[in-house]
């Protein structure tokens, strides 16, 4: 299957920063990128859905100004998670696919611990 | 929006069968993904159907009814190794929603 490649795996933050995470499609051209979040012993929740060049459409309930995401090439997406709080501690992993009726493939996840 | 349904939990023994359920209500239904998940890892891909019926791959199977708006997976044979998240998830337009994912524990 195809590779998608998410950094960091994990990251440790202080209150009130931001951080940035990445998700690459290594060997094919990604028009569509998810983000989702999942915490312990829940399933994934869709946060937002990106295409390339154009601004994501964001599932009810998230805030868009909290979380930035960026779609600027075919095979790049980013989440930023702006001013965190413990709160927004959790397992956030990409997916992206190249056609919208075949299979998402997954990157490694990220996991954020806010302190 | 799209509501999708399965089970939280199941436990099987080894070497047996289990069938995992999954209901679903959605528009423009472009097709129903089985993926599992083991804790703290992204979910890897099972199966996908996108007509009627069941397709099997080895000791995992699907099935699909869209007039029904129900699928299941089917994993024979059980081994420790399957014990994990099992998660459904429905493709539709240019989303893809995953149900709360079915724990399915594995007894010796």
């Known amino acids: 299957g195809a590779v998608v490649s998410q950094h960091p795996s994990w990251v440790i933050c202080k209150s009130g920063t931001s951080v940035k995470i990445e998700c690459r499609s290594l060997?094919?051209?990604?028009?569509?990128m998810f983000w989702y979040r999942q915490f312990p012993k829940q399933s994934l929740m869709l946060m937002a859905t990106?295409?390339?060049?154009?601004?994501?459409?964001?599932e009810q309930g998230v805030e868009k100004d909290k979380f930035l995401i960026n779609h600027a090439s075919l095979t790049l997406s980013t989440l930023t998670v702006t001013s965190a709080h413990p709160e927004d501690s959790s397992f956030y992993i990409c997916?992206?696919?190249?056609?919208?009726?075949?299979?998402?493939?997954f990157g490694q996840g990220t996991r954020l611990t806010v302190v | 929006g799209q509501n999708i349904d399965q089970p939280t939990e199941m436990t099987a023994t080894e070497g047996a069968i289990v069938q995992i359920n999954c209901t679903y209500q959605?528009?423009?239904?472009?097709?129903l993904f089985w993926y599992q998940q083991h804790a703290g890892e992204a979910p890897t891909f099972l199966s996908y159907?996108?007509?009627?019926g069941l397709e099997e791959k080895g000791r995992f199977s699907s099935f699909l009814s869209r007039s029904k708006g129900y699928s299941y997976l089917l994993l024979k044979e059980l081994q420790m190794k399957d014990s994990a998240s099992y998660l459904c998830?429905?493709?539709?337009?240019?989303?893809?929603?995953f149900g709360g994912g079915t724990r399915v524990l594995v007894k010796p």
């Open positions: 159907n996108v007509l009627d």
């Open positions: 998830a429905v493709a539709a337009g240019n989303k893809l929603t």
């Open positions: 990106s295409n390339e060049g154009s601004k994501a459409t964001y």
């Open positions: 997916s992206a696919t190249g056609n919208p009726n075949t299979e998402a493939f």
């Open positions: 060997d094919f051209q990604a028009t569509t």
């Open positions: 959605t528009s423009g239904f472009n097709g």
